[in-house]
T-cell receptor, first 111, second 114 residues
Framework: QQQVKQSPQSLIVQKGGISIINCAYE??????FPWYQQFPGKGPALLIA?????SEKKEGRFTISFNKSAKQFSLHIMDSQPGDSATYFC??????????FGTGTRLQVFP | DTEVTQTPKHLVMGMTNKKSLKCEQH?????MYWYKQKAKKPPELMFV???????INESVPSRFSPECPNSSLLNLHLHALQPEDSALYLC?????????????FGPGTRLTVT
């Protein structure tokens, strides 16, 4: 119940394309769903986060779509750029509880 | 200043050594975390400190010993480690445990145990 499932494991997208990463969870007590971006040799950095009472949140080229009934959420990266090449982790948390990370998606954007 | 700093960047230690990892933040955050990350895996939570008190220990072996000397500093003392402990050790902080979703991570210490 504490797991967050993430797919795909890796993703190759051409520059200018849309990158889509999907996550699913079981625990309906989760109340925050953040996405973290990690470049090689760096720690993860918070990219964008959403609460379950919101169906979509957009920040620049990054959009989270949230489907509460399906217990799924996804990250869309519009106009993907080579600089977006990184590993992306979805996550879930509940109040004062810990972050539960998904397994990660390695995104490569080719020019 | 939204930076979490970690020292050293790299550490190579033998199985009988004692070493320490250090983490510092000056954001006034009251929750601090240690994670272990293996290659191509997500960070794995080890310890959580809230207001300088240990609040979560994820059943980590006693060869890892955390310490929070003050609200800005977090140490991880290492002793008699095994080769399988080689990993990237990440420190993170958040405003409080209620903001656990919004953590600021340091760059990590790359640990190799020989």
């Amino acid at each position: 119940q504490q797991q967050v499932k993430q797919s795909p494991q890796s993703l190759i997208v051409q520059k200018g394309g849309i990158s889509i990463i999907n996550c699913a969870y079981e625990n309906t007590a989760f109340d925050y769903f953040p996405w973290y971006q990690q470049f090689p040799g760096k720690g993860p950095a918070l990219l964008i986060a959403i609460r379950p009472d919101v169906s979509e949140k957009k920040e620049g080229r990054f959009t989270i779509s949230f489907n509460k009934s399906a217990k799924q959420f996804s990250l869309h990266i519009m106009d993907s750029q080579p600089g977006d090449s990184a590993t992306y982790f979805c996550a879930a948390s509940r109040d004062t509880d810990k972050l539960i990370f998904g397994t990660g998606t390695r995104l490569q954007v080719f020019p | 200043d939204t930076e979490v700093t970690q020292t050293p960047k790299h550490l190579v230690m033998g199985m009988t050594n004692k070493k320490s990892l250090k983490c510092e933040q000056h954001m006034g955050h009251r929750a601090m975390y240690w994670y272990k990350q293996k290659a191509k895996k997500p960070p794995e939570l080890m310890f959580v400190y809230s207001y300088e008190k240990l609040s979560i220990n994820e059943s980590v072996p006693s060869r890892f010993s955390p310490e929070c000397p003050n609200s800005s500093l977090l140490n991880l003392h290492l002793h008699a480690l095994q080769p399988e402990d080689s990993a990237l050790y990440l420190c993170a902080s958040s405003q409080g445990r209620q903001n656990a979703y919004e953590q600021y991570f340091g760059p990590g210490t790359r640990l190799t145990v020989t």
